[in-house]
């Protein structure tokens, strides 16, 4: 053998089915939950969803975002609250794409897109600010030069967020629970675990909420015939 036996492997392999993508030629389908570039999003009627909690800054691991917030004008508000992101910022050359804090945002301002092609000719480019994360004027993410967009990258930004509850129940899958976005609307669920919504879900989140109220009511002494036992 010697010599050709050396290419033993690569005659046999030469038949099988190949595994590899000729990236960036051929392009692998994005799954519906990828972490990609964030977003600032509003709501319909153009008003920024961001009330400048910083809950996202507290919450990152990485530290990568920076927020602050200040008051809105009463004769031109940003935000429907009364404070809004008046500084926002995230520096991508420290974010790990972990998403805690499209988690922890109260109002669904910040999400993620399935952007992740974007790559920086300097260190300032890596920081993006609420200008550059902020959606336009029709709900669109602002696309910048160093970026590569492709057809729907942005259709499912925070899609995975409406399909689960925050304790991770999955009778939440399905329902819809977030508020409009500019230039989508409601978007619709993605669909999860479960085959087909079931009409048994409302019933499953009834009585776990039945369950959770006894509990609280039994520590209270408020039961039918509870509170007299103990008189």
């Known amino acids: 053998m010697g010599y050709l036996g050396g290419f033993k492997v690569t005659f046999m392999k030469l038949f099988e089915e190949r595994v590899t993508t000729e990236y960036p030629k051929e392009k692998r389908p994005k799954p519906s939950r990828f972490h990609g570039r964030h977003v600032l999003n509003r709501y319909e009627d153009g008003m920024e969803k961001c009330i400048g909690c910083e809950l996202c800054a507290g919450v990152c691991p990485a530290r990568c975002i920076y927020v602050r917030g200040a008051d809105n004008s009463e004769s031109d508000p940003v935000s429907p609250g009364e404070r809004y992101g008046y500084v926002y910022e995230i520096n991508y050359l420290r974010c790990i794409h972990c998403d805690l804090c499209v988690e922890a945002c109260p109002t669904e301002a910040i999400t993620e897109s399935k952007l992740f092609e974007f790559s920086f000719a300097n260190r300032s480019d890596a920081i993006y600010t609420k200008n550059e994360l902020v959606v336009g004027d029709d709900g669109l993410p602002q696309r910048q030069p160093w970026e590569l967009w492709h057809e729907g990258d942005d259709l499912a930004t925070s899609g995975w967020m409406r399909a689960t509850a925050s304790a991770g129940n999955p009778d939440y899958e399905n329902r819809v629970g977030w508020s409009?976005?500019?230039?989508?609307g409601t978007r619709d669920p993605e669909l999860g675990q479960h085959d087909s919504a079931s009409d048994e879900k409302p019933e499953t989140l009834a009585h776990e909420h039945d369950q959770l109220e006894r509990?609280?009511?039994?520590?209270?002494?408020?039961l039918d015939g509870l509170s007299e036992e103990y008189d």
């Open 180 to 184: 409009g976005e500019l230039g989508y």
């Open 215 to 222: 509990s609280r009511n039994y520590k209270d002494g408020k």
